[in-house]
Nanobody
């Protein structure tokens, strides 16, 4: 079994910062991609940022220049450093991991349970 768990959400003031963490655990051979999504009530889940095994990153236009995604390969962990937070960033943030399990040659998709981020004065 593979488990993906997010943490680090909470309350921040506009202009403040938070750092989210996502840990993948279990029988893992390799994680091809780790990605952060977010969702607010009544809206579709949207991609925020992703990072590949080779360290290639990409960001949504709405967070570019403010958020930074990084990865600790030894710990199977991805981080999302969120700076200059805006009220529009308020959402449940989900971690998505494309994982190759031990003994397999294909990748499976795994989702975390989500962590709430609220930006308000």
């Amino acid at each position: 079994q593979v488990h993906v768990v997010e943490s680090g959400g909470g309350l921040a003031q506009p202009g403040g910062s938070l750092r989210l963490s996502c840990v993948a655990s279990g029988s893992i051979s390799n994680i091809d991609r780790m990605e952060w999504y977010r969702q607010t009530p009544g809206k579709q889940r949207e991609s925020v940022a992703f990072i590949t095994t080779g360290g290639i990153t990409n960001y949504a236009d709405s967070v570019k220049g403010r958020f930074t995604i990084s990865r600790d390969y030894a710990k199977n962990t991805v981080y999302l450093q969120m700076n200059s937070l805006k009220p529009e960033d308020t959402a449940v943030y989900y971690c998505y991991a494309v994982v190759r399990r031990l003994g397999t040659v294909y990748a499976d998709d795994y989702w975390g349970q989500g962590t709430q981020v609220t930006v308000s004065s």
